[in-house]
């Protein structure tokens, strides 16, 4: 079983810049054999893919509304993956949720066996 607790959000204004944390926990747990997403959904959407990082720590993936502003990465000594969030916009604003997928790509939520509560980001204009 893994556990995966969100951190780091809050209020900003458009411009300005966040960073996500996403720690992960389990009793026989490596870290370094999972996938590691970030997803969100704001007010009245569905829940959107944000980025990923595949395991092992080698590539990364995001998606257009995202790429050139947010950055993820991961350490795998410390079991924690980041979501660097810069120029953000009001549409950044969401509820942002890390996800765990052992030894597979994943860029669906639906793909993800393990999942986080979540952390609020808003942008205000």
């Known amino acids: 079983q893994v556990q995966l607790v969100e951190s780091g959000g809050g209020l900003v204004q458009a411009g300005g810049s966040l960073r996500l944390f996403c720690a992960a926990t389990?009793?026989?747990?490596?870290?370094?054999?999972?996938?590691m997403g970030w997803f969100r959904q704001a007010p009245g959407k569905e829940r959107e893919f944000v980025a990923a990082?595949?395991?092992?720590?080698?590539?990364?993936y995001y998606a257009d509304y995202v790429k050139g502003r947010f950055t993820i990465s991961r350490d795998n000594a410390k079991n924690t993956v980041y979501l660097q969030m810069d120029s953000l916009k009001p549409e950044d604003t969401a509820v942002y949720y890390c996800?765990?997928?052992?030894?597979?790509?994943?860029?669906?939520?639906?793909?993800?066996?393990?999942r986080g509560q979540g952390t609020q980001v808003t942008v205000s204009s």
């Open positions: 996800a765990a997928e052992r030894l597979r790509w994943a860029t669906n939520w639906s793909e993800y066996t393990y």
């Open positions: 389990g009793r026989t747990f490596s870290f370094n054999t999972y996938t």
């Open positions: 990082s595949l395991y092992g720590g080698g590539s990364t």
